[in-house]
């Protein structure tokens, strides 16, 4: 995708129209939502317990849910800076193989705070659809003042995983600061997204279902994230914030919705693959 991304830059083609928008809205939910669909399946793996464990498992998520979704129909402006600060954690664990915490926690604020001070306007809009004018407004001049320092932090992680020759993630790292300066705000995130948080969740997922039939990746990935798209559908209409209509805005709303129960389910996760080392 990277490739064809670059292979349209060059040849003048605008990625920031409504529908290029809307395509990169689509490729994001698609390639990005399978990866959590596998959260239950996973902590029923590593759970001692059998089934009562997958239902404890089962309720948290259904809990943490309903929390999220509470949340971002009553509290929007609130909703919208957790999810940020989070979801910068949430990356920041892509990178635990550069083994310095802060570092690590760098990278990861960086991926959440570049677009806001590279894009100002374009994600500025999208950040007043889903949390309000003031939310978004004080969001934006706070990625301003991060996203240098955090980006700086970045390009140290780059030099750390080069120089412990993962030249791979290195190039993975730093193509994806770049993509997030130079590509639209959509592309950018929809890139991260699906080519490399979603690919390595799914790698692990893969690890911890070592004998996982094609028909249940199928069932699973494809069945749970149509469902997910369903669950969406249905609460469009308490989302009544949402001040400019549109796909885009709600597809990051439903992303910041099942983004709480996959955080809490991979926390478990960890926990539960521990006990069972």
Known sequence: MASALGAALLAGIRLDTPIASLAAAIVFLLGGLPHGAFDLAVARRFARSGSASYAHSAALYALVL???????????????????????????????????????????????????????????????AMGGVDAAAIIGRGGMMIAPVATLVAMIGVAILIERDRWGDAAQLGGSVVAMLVLPPLWGFALYFTCVHSVRHLREIGEALPGASRAMWLRTGAGLTLAALAIGYALLPAMRHVAAPGFVPAAFVLLAILFMPHLVLSARIEALRRLAA
């Open 66 to 128: 309903g929390v999220a979704a509470t949340a971002w129909t009553l509290a929007p402006h609130v909703a919208l800076p957790i999810f940020l600060v989070l979801a910068a954690l949430h990356f920041a664990a892509d990178w635990s193989m550069v083994g310095e915490r802060f570092v690590e926690t760098g990278v990861g604020v960086a991926l959440v705070a570049l677009p806001i001070a590279a894009h100002p306007i374009a994600v500025g809009d999208i950040f007043a």
